[in-house]
């Protein structure tokens, strides 16, 4: 089976833009994970989709936002960017179950994104 | 804010040594989980290991689950150059308002010296 794809693999944004980060799971699993990794904060999980509804949100600001399509995959985006929002963006996916317990979820190779 | 916390943070250590890394974290967990990351790329799962497990091998690694003192260490055995990478344990203490995430330790850097 194909990995997790995430797309692009890097960008680089101003302040003020916005950005869309798209993340394609591995075939089957309906779960998908997103996360932020900085040097300062590690690795802190954004939200969380599941057949389509977001089930579950990190401690992130409103400008934070995603949405996952009938086939799985996930885009992610972020608004009115600013230079703290200068990260790797990890999508994991996992799960065909979608039960409440969190099995093993499987990473893509992240979105470096950097703000200017 | 993280709830794992790994130690040591930095490890270096020669070819062949076994390398010991520990995880501690505060919350009930249903299951706790090792990565591995290399350089800034995406996380590669290692082993699962659940709440009513104890101990988990899996090729040069072994894991320890003590659920009384919540913590977790994994060993790698014999290691080798290509060992070299950041380290991360995840817990995942998911109910029915917390699924699909993993709360991430901050990490263990190895190095394994040719």
């Known amino acids: 089976k194909a990995g997790v794809t995430q797309t692009p693999r890097y960008l680089i944004k101003t302040r003020g833009q916005q950005v869309t980060l798209s993340c394609s799971p591995i075939s089957g699993h309906r779960s998908v994970s997103w996360y932020q990794q900085t040097p300062g904060q590690g690795l802190q999980f954004l939200f969380e989709y599941f057949s389509e509804t977001q089930r579950n949100k990190g401690n992130f600001p409103g400008r934070f936002s995603g949405r996952q399509f009938s086939n799985s995959r996930s885009e992610m985006n972020v608004s009115t960017l600013e230079l703290g929002d200068s990260a790797l963006y990890l999508c994991?996916?996992?799960?065909?179950?979608?039960?409440?317990?969190?099995?093993?979820?499987?990473f893509g190779p992240g979105t470096r994104l950097t703000v200017l | 804010s993280q709830q794992g916390e790994e130690d040591p943070q930095a490890l270096s250590i020669q070819e062949g040594e076994n390398a010991t890394m520990n995880c501690s974290y505060k919350?009930?967990?249903?299951?706790l989980q090792w990565y591995r990351q290399n350089s800034g790329r995406g996380l590669v799962h290692l082993i699962l290991i659940r709440s009513n497990e104890r101990e988990k091998h899996s090729g040069r690694l072994r894991v320890t689950l003590d659920t009384s003192k919540k913590s977790s260490s994994l060993l790698i055995t014999a290691s080798r150059a290509a060992d070299t990478a950041s380290y991360f344990c995840?817990?995942?203490?998911?109910?029915?308002?917390?699924?699909?995430?993993?709360?991430f330790g901050q990490g263990t850097t190895l190095q394994v010296k040719p």
């Open positions: 994991a996916s996992s799960s065909p179950y979608g039960g409440a317990r969190t099995d093993t979820q499987y």
């Open positions: 995840a817990t995942d203490n998911s109910g029915s308002s917390n699924t699909g995430k993993l709360i």
């Open positions: 919350t009930s967990i249903n299951n």
